[in-house]
């Protein structure tokens, strides 16, 4: 089938080299014309495992083209997927519509026979029907469905994702547009991933709804962390305790820093707006958003603790930048909130991530980036985990203590045992972890 891409973000990268890989032929569009040319080179502009060779063999074999201009793509295109940002908006938090406003516009104009018009962006319960309003008005005569086919892969392990889904969301009612998207998850079908035909609307509120459920249940395991440590409790058992009950599940009951990355802060604020929107309460929604805000700075005074409470003067080296392993995001990372809240606490910061250093350059001033993660633990003070990454999980401790002028580390994603640090002449502190072994606080 013909299938044009509209966006070439991390979700629209990944579905088309995808839906290249199960053999349609794939145009992505940007209008970012320097990521376009990056892309007709086969540069590509994200990190993501096993992204570069999936892109490589399909442009290759002649599946794959890139531009900025959408007219003759869309016109040939029996499935036209938007692909492109939903934000925060600035001043209400509410998600940010434009550029799938402005990308429906565009599409109007460009459609030639029947279309089907699919929204794999996260947008809000009734953007859909915008779609379909802007489409219409603007080409009364077009012939077209819009669907809306949300997205769940996780950026790091999103090939795997998008390839085996635990299922496939397809919101729509119509019945020319309901075989077009069987016709394009044909390859997953046969793997038996369920699709699950629905209203668009309750396609638009699914996506939502999963993604503050999950963000609930790290929000939920991080507050029963908090309460660990001051009833000596140890949090991973008691998330091993409750993960093994079946209508709980052992998955995202990690404690750590507080959630961050491209979607959850993102889409629990705009779900939230809905929400308020009809005057319905959320009160969880609202609790874990405000509970994670909070959270994200609390961890300077974690690290702070293991100063006696203060930071001044002090070096501390921060392993682990992006919000999570396996990619180079550093949108809403926890680790931006953390390192300005230890530069207003008096420390000087030195860090290091596999991936997302130029994005954080960006971001966070005043930080001395590293080349890796002993350069980084040089002189300093104290060395925060903040994302647990791979290659941080077996360092050399003997070399990491050479290093650094005090063998203190806190580990925000308890990676480390705190009975092997001690053993190593660490002063550790883990998340919601009885102090069992580790020697007495500086
Ligand atoms: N990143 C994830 O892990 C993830 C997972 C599931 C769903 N989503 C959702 O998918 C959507 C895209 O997310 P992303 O992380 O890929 O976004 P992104 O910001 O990384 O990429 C969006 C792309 O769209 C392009 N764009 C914007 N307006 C355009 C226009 N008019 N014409 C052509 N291109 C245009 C931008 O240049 C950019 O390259 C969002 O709604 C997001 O919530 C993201």
């Known amino acids: 089938m013909r299938v044009a891409m509209i966006g070439t973000g991390y979700v629209g990268l990944v579905s088309r080299a995808c839906l290249a890989d199960f053999g349609h032929h794939v145009t992505c569009i940007d209008k970012d014309a320097a990521k376009i040319a990056a892309l007709q080179r086969c540069e590509i502009p994200i990190y993501e495992p096993d992204l570069d060779r999936i892109v490589e063999s399909n442009a290759r074999e002649g599946r794959l083209d890139f531009t900025t201009d959408l007219g003759k793509p869309v016109a040939e295109a029996e499935v036209v997927f938007i692909a492109v940002g939903t934000p925060s908006r600035r001043g209400d938090c509410h998600a940010d519509q434009s550029y799938v406003r402005a990308v429906a516009r565009e599409i109007a104009v460009a459609l030639d026979h029947f279309t089907v ?125 409750i993960g093994l009950d079946n209508r709980i599940g052992s998955k995202f009951l990690h404690a750590g820093p507080g959630f961050g990355g491209s979607c959850f802060p993102k889409d629990t604020r705009a779900l939230l707006k809905t929400a308020q929107d009809r005057a319905v309460p959320l009160r969880v929604v609202e609790a874990v958003i405000a509970a994670n805000d909070i959270r994200k700075r609390a961890m300077a005074r974690k690290v702070a603790a293991a100063f006696a409470g203060s930071l001044r003067g002090k070096t501390i080296a921060v392993l682990g930048l992006t919000f999570k392993p396996n990619t180079d995001d550093m949108r809403e990372a926890p680790s931006i909130p953390l390192i300005t809240a230890l530069h207003d606490m008096g420390a000087s910061v030195r860090a290091f991530d596999p991936a997302g250093m130029e994005q954080a350059k960006e971001l966070i001033p005043n930080v001395v980036f590293c080349d890796g993660p002993y350069s980084c633990a040089e002189g300093a003070d104290g060395l925060v985990i903040v994302t647990e990454w791979e290659q941080f999980r077996a360092l050399d401790l003997e070399r990491i203590k050479q290093q650094m002028a005090c063998p203190i580390l806190i580990d925000l994603r308890n990676i480390y045992a705190g009975e092997d640090m001690a053993a190593h002449g660490f002063l550790y502190l883990g998340i919601g972890r009885p102090d069992r072994a580790g020697p007495k606080r500086l």
């Open 117 to 241: 018009v699919v929204t794999k962006s996260t947008v809000p319960v009734g953007t859909g029907d915008e779609v379909e309003r802007i489409v219409q008005e603007a080409r009364p005569d077009a012939d077209f469905a819009v669907v809306s086919n949300p997205e769940f892969l996780r950026e790091g392990a999103a090939i795997r994702d998008f390839k085996h889904p635990d299922r496939i969301v397809v919101g729509t009612e119509d019945e020319r547009a309901k075989k077009v998207m069987a016709e394009i998850y044909r390859p997953l079908y046969l793997n038996r991933a369920p699709i699950l035909y629905t209203s668009r609307r309750t396609a638009e509120l699914i996506k939502y709804a999963a993604n503050a459920f999950l963000a609930t249940k790290i929000t939920f395991i991080n507050e029963m962390a908090d309460l660990s440590e001051k009833v000596g409790a140890d949090v991973q058992e008691v998330a091993r305790g």
